[in-house]
């Protein structure tokens, strides 16, 4: 049986063919390529993609990049619909794939089909929309501090959360769980969510943070940079499996 984060892998290859290198994105600043190159990279050489805030890696992820950014695009989806090589912790089992890759790939999916033109929402399973309720969740604290809001989640089907200091401005969002996870991903002009705000539920200067416990607020006020996996999930990630070094002599 294959895995969610298998088939969305795939899909996404298949479209990149479709749509070529210079397609738009949702992901600022991206095209196609820009999104192909990062995914590979991923996959096959994780020290060079923490090069990207790591100056331990950087040059490494100079090299990395430009020998990517080179390859030619049909060489360079095959890669992604091929999947990580054997020294990436995401190839050691269904398992640690779908913990590691469904959501990456699901919203990386979602980012090349919803920057083209004419597209709709897909019909995914309930099974796939109760997957990502604990991403929303790990997801909704972070953005609550970070946009000073009181943030309450109405996913459809599931029960209802909320996040944030209660005497800031309330948002309610109601949609699907992915959408609600696009919501939260920066994606927010292309989910297909219904927004209501209305006033704070407290008065009180020195009100309650709700959504997390006393760590998980402080990690999510450290948390600053947009679309970067909030520090509660990259803490689940560490969990998955080590950053595992490239293998001399091996190819991208």
Not at 134 to 159: E, K
Request: aromatic share 6%.
């Amino acid at each position: 049986m294959t895995s969610l984060a298998r088939e969305e892998r795939l899909r996404l290859a298949s479209l990149l063919r479709k749509v070529g290198p210079g397609a738009p994105t949702l992901c600022e600043g991206w095209n196609a390529r820009d999104l192909a190159v990062h995914l590979v990279m991923r996959d096959r050489d994780l020290p060079a993609l923490v090069g990207e805030h790591l100056k331990l890696f950087s040059k490494r992820h100079e090299r990395v990049d430009e020998l990517l950014r080179d390859t030619p695009w049909i060489e360079l989806v095959g890669k992604i619909a091929q999947g990580p090589t054997a020294w990436n912790p995401s190839s050691w089992g269904v398992g640690v794939d779908s913990l590691m890759n469904t959501a990456e790939f699901l919203i990386h999916h979602e980012d090349v089909r919803r920057a083209q033109p004419g597209w709709r929402p897909r019909e995914l399973g309930t099974q796939v929309q109760k997957d990502m309720l604990p991403l929303v969740r790990a997801l909704a604290l972070s953005y609550a501090i970070r946009q000073g809001l009181h943030l309450v989640l109405q996913p459809r089907g599931f029960d209802s959360f909320r996040a944030g200091r209660t005497n800031k401005t309330t948002i309610t969002v109601t949609g699907m769980p992915v959408e609600l996870l696009l919501y939260l991903f920066g994606r927010e002009a292309h989910a297909v969510v219904e927004v209501r705000e209305s006033a704070p539920v407290s008065a009180d200067e020195d009100a309650e943070v709700v959504g997390g416990t006393p760590d998980e607020v402080a990690a999510a006020e450290s948390d600053s940079v947009e679309g970067e996996w909030p520090a509660a999930v990259r803490s689940e990630k560490k969990k998955r499996g080590p950053m595992v070094e490239k293998p001399e002599g091996s190819e991208i």
